[in-house]
């Protein structure tokens, strides 16, 4: 009944943001970059602030850190999809929030500072990579769900590491979300609020359970996303491209844009890829060490990720294109 009631709430509350959107014109307008061609409510990824501030009200003694970092990229990234702002603020209040959680999970005492250096670099190249992967319709919403529904199987069987709610309330906010975008047409698109702050949310939880069975293995249930976004990056150096602006080259853009596979379609792909990858994660965690687990995961997402060149070319695409 809870989370019935969770799920309507959110329901209301993004019919609410609809008005105001459609009211000050907060719309995503299709370029020659866009994996869409219509006109679309930008910003519905919202609803996944509106979820942690719901469950911030009943957990106020306990996750104001959580809740204070993800208003502040909440804030910055909505103010970014109005009105573009520089990149040296944008990483100023990632910074910031990430130091917020940094601070409640005790990294700064229990890590040398190269190891918190790196642990920056990560977090927030995490949450940039979940921003570049959100363009068609569906991705965000399903893969997060399988992020989401990966650690809450952690949580439960393996190892308890978190509130299993702080959980649900997300996967509640993804499947809310899904209702709106998850079609040919979508009614909204998440927008850097949504992308972001789901990205802030997971880390979180990410960073937690690592911290406490002191394996990097769980980094993993980030590995589809995490392999497109950073090959892609490398690619568009090698391009000698600004990774910063807006392009049509990672694994799925090539595969809904120049090969016309139905962006549902392709989005449901990589929330499988995800599924097989954390299952795998799961079966084979304490039964080989972590980094025969990472070789065996990010190899074969190598080869496939690879595939883009061959279908690049088979088109006479260009690759810098």
Known sequence: MQYTILGILLMIMMLLYFKVADRFNIVDKPNERSSHSEVTLRGGGIIFWFAALLYFVQHIESNYFFFTGITLVSLVS????????????RISIHFLSISLIFYDLG???????????????????????????DGINGITGLYTLVVMGSLLFVNKNIQFFIDAVLIKY??????????FNYRKRAKCFAGDIGSIAIAFWVIYLVLKLILLTNSLVWLLFLAVYGVDAICTIIHRLYLKQNI??????????????EYKIQHRLVSLYYAIAQILVSALVVFLYHKV?????????????????????????KNNLKLNS
């Open 107 to 133: 990294v700064f005492d229990f890590m040398p500072l190269y190891g918190v250096i790196i642990t920056y670099i990560l977090a927030i190249g995490l949450i940039n990579a979940y921003n570049f992967m």
């Open 289 to 313: 060490q972590d980094v025969l687990l990472f070789v065996i995961v990010i190899t074969p997402l190598l080869l496939i990720y690879s595939f883009k060149f061959y279908l690049l070319n």
């Open 244 to 257: 910063f602006q807006a392009h049509r080259l990672h694994l799925y853009q090539v595969l809904s844009n």
């Open 78 to 89: 909505f103010w970014d999809d109005i009105q573009s702002l520089s990149n040296k603020i």
């Open 170 to 179: 997300a996967m509640i906010a993804s499947l809310v979300f899904l209702f």
